[in-house]
């Protein structure tokens, strides 16, 4: 599959062009018509993208508000609760932001943001999935052991994930629900099936990978996870773009949540 932009010649099943970002088309296909038709390709662009970070970035502040007067009336329950409300507060403002400035003004639907089948076969989109999330993991551990090899300032280290984070017994399900199931979602939503993808015609797919994964790791808001969470990024956003599909990003994603709130339950 030819690039009418630039030429470059992409793999099959590819939706944008590696080189410069534009949806791939063939030879005799119109490239703005392709936009508009082709289920899977979006039509917001840098404008969209930027407004929409700046509303998330915006809800930031009175969700965690909320989350820690919530909080407040919990009890021993305090983290937990705080925890739950904030993922779910948050999780419903990236939905509404995307819905209103991506899906809604141009009649999309929600294929548009990657929530299709993966254009790859079953089994590479697994091992794909797959070496992302151990990639992830495997710098994210290399980093920790980094930072305390060389004895960096404890603001550069990974913190520690707080035991209270979880609730006890049985009700720790609902904080794997918000943790490992609905953080995942909305956040391949956003930062992949709407900042990547709204980037990536404009700056190319290797630009609109790094400030995609930039913007995903600024938004956790601690130095000590900014370099393993913009690795994270990068492989999530490659997935995306590799498999044509959130839901291998979405599985990687949880998987890896849902190994961190074991350790938190294991450890505790």
């Not at 790859?120 to 305390?148: E, K, P, Q």
């Not at 900042?195 to 290797?206: S, T």
């Not at 913009?230 to 890896?256: E, K, M």
Request: a neutral charge; one cysteine or more; glycine letters at 12%.
């Amino acid at each position: 599959m030819n690039c009418n932009v630039c030429g470059f010649v992409g793999r099959d099943g590819d939706t944008f062009c590696y080189s410069c970002g534009k949806p791939l088309a063939g030879p005799e296909t119109d490239v703005v018509e392709q936009i508009e038709s082709v289920p899977g390709t979006v039509t917001w662009r840098g404008r969209e993208v930027a407004v929409g970070i700046l509303l998330i970035l915006f809800c930031v502040f009175p969700v965690t508000g909320i989350a820690i007067l919530m909080g407040k009336f919990a009890g021993r329950f305090e983290q937990a609760i705080g925890a739950w409300e904030s993922s779910h507060l948050m999780g419903l403002a990236i939905l509404i932001v995307v819905w209103r400035l991506g899906l809604r003004p141009r009649g999309l639907s929600v294929a548009s943001l990657g929530l299709s089948a993966p254009t790859t076969s079953v089994r590479l989109t697994s091992l794909l999935a797959v070496l992302a999330l151990a990639g992830s993991l495997l710098f994210t551990w290399g980093y920790a052991n980094l930072v305390d090899l060389l004895r960096w300032p404890e603001l550069l280290g990974p913190p520690e994930i707080p035991d209270g984070i979880v609730f006890p017994g049985v009700a720790a399900l609902a904080t794997y629900e918000a943790l490992a199931v609905w953080t995942p979602v909305t956040e391949e939503i956003f930062f992949r099936g709407f900042v990547f993808a709204g980037l990536a015609p404009r700056l190319g797919i290797p630009r609109a990978i790094v400030v995609s994964a930039l913007v995903f790791s600024a938004f956790h808001l601690s130095l000590g996870v900014l370099a393993p969470i913009f690795i994270t990024g990068v492989l999530l956003a490659w997935l995306y773009h590799r498999t044509g599909s959130l839901w291998p990003g979405i599985a990687a994603h949880a998987g890896q949540n849902a190994l961190a709130v074991s350790a938190v339950i294991i450890g505790g």
